[in-house]
């Protein structure tokens, strides 16, 4: 009785100092209040330039409209994060991770999408919306969110700036669908920036976060069967099953596990060092899924003319792939290419290396530009003509230009590692690097800013 007595009591604290909270406006209150205008002004970004891209890309049809749904699923797929977000407290990595699945599963099968549809006529539509949505992963970002959410609409913006070129002149709702992508990356950075500085401004007097559908563990070792619960009833009630188990005499330990003498510390010292003994049999722990994007996809080599278009996608290690141009009509696209060389003769009209790592090309004549975006340690050599070469979000570009293209102008952002060779007279080729840090100032006298290599860029 004395025990009941004590927890009506705390109960009876409790309630009154709930009470207390409440009559005089307590943090509670503050933080709720605070987490209704957080999902307010992200209803207004889901109501306003959501939902005017959702219409625009209903109205261009195809693949668009298509993909149109993973931006609005992603979307309503955060706002019930944030709910969470308002209502509980930070939760573990785990949680976390869990609570943060679906967005994940939605990003990446948008990329996969993207990867399946390389044929697509709006190809630039959808990489652009492929490179954008990430910028949802701005939850997992802290302690600089906003940030990463500018950056991914720059890259979102290096493929809708090409749909801009291309229908400026022709086609008006392209133009503007392209823009309102863009504006929703806008506003979210905004959001973002007022909301949640620091990464998601969880409410520190909420409840706990419990995670959803959290992926499947792998079973772990057999191990000895747990106690039983004790019936409700109080300490005796819980005594009398202790002594029910202490009754059972040498039987109490036949759920033990057997060890072997492999696993015995005593007789294996190698063991000592670390606590866990391996032990036969046991499955490996399943692999978490990564966040918000997923691997590289492996799919079997393409090398072929698709119309005017070669296509070379996905080879490994192969260093005897030649393109045989027909024409400055034709164009070569080069994409996920690992250890490979590839020598293009004859005159084309562009070629673009996308994704692609250790890879080497040689070309002729290039009628328009040579395009390199996501890429790692590609080298590039021309031995005839090309007008301007493209590096965009690429580590590692040598460009070995021949002596007839030396006027050739090299075009650059979000890269590092670049180096041009020029050729000298006798053919010696001499390696000069490519800027990566820059100095901007303020020209007071022409009212303009000016920007130029810094010393240490060379």
Known sequence: ?????????????????????????????????????????FDEIVNGPVKTFIDASASLGDDVAKQADFVKNAFAAQRAFLVTVSQCKKPSDTVLQSLLGDMSKIMGDCTAFK???????????????????????????????????????????????????????SDKSQVEWARSFIEILTQLEKYVKQYHTTGPAWNPSGGEAKAG???????PAKAAPAPKVAPAGGIGAAKAGLFSELNKGGAITSG??????????????????????????????????????????????VFELQGKKWVVEYHQGNKEIVVESEGAHQTLYIYKCNDCTIQVKGKINAIAV?????????????????????CQSVQVQTTGKVATISIDKTDGAILYLSKDCIDASIVSAKSSEMNVSIPDAEGNF???????????????????LVTEPTDIAG
């Open 1 to 41: 009785m004395a025990e009941l007595s004590a927890l009506v009591s705390r109960l009876e604290a409790v309630a009154a100092r709930l009470e207390t909270a409440s009559a005089s406006g307590g943090g509670g209150d503050v933080a709720t209040a605070a987490g209704g205008e957080m999902l307010d002004a």
């Open 115 to 169: 990867d399946g549809n390389r044929r697509s006529k709006q190809f630039n539509h959808i990489s652009g919306v492929a490179e954008g949505l990430p910028a949802l992963g701005w939850v997992a970002m802290s302690p600089k969110p906003a940030p990463y959410v500018k950056e991914m609409s720059g890259s979102a913006q290096f493929y809708t700036n090409r749909v801009i070129k291309e229908f400026k002149d």
């Open 213 to 219: 559908a959290a992926p499947a563990a792998a079973a």
């Open 256 to 301: 033990l596990k057997k060890v072997d003498k492999s696993e015995m510390t005593h007789k294996n010292p190698e063991l000592r060092g670390t606590s866990v003994v391996p032990a036969a049999g046991t499955k490996k722990p399943a692999a978490s899924k990564p966040k918000f994007g997923g691997g590289d996809i492996k799919k079997d080599p």
């Open 354 to 374: 996308d994704g692609c790592k250790k890879t080497a090309v040689v070309f002729e004549d290039c009628v328009a530009a040579f395009e390199i975006i996501n």
């Open 430 to 448: 001499t390696e000069f690097p490519i800027p990566e840090q820059y100095k901007t100032t303020f020209d007071q006298a022409n009212k303009k």
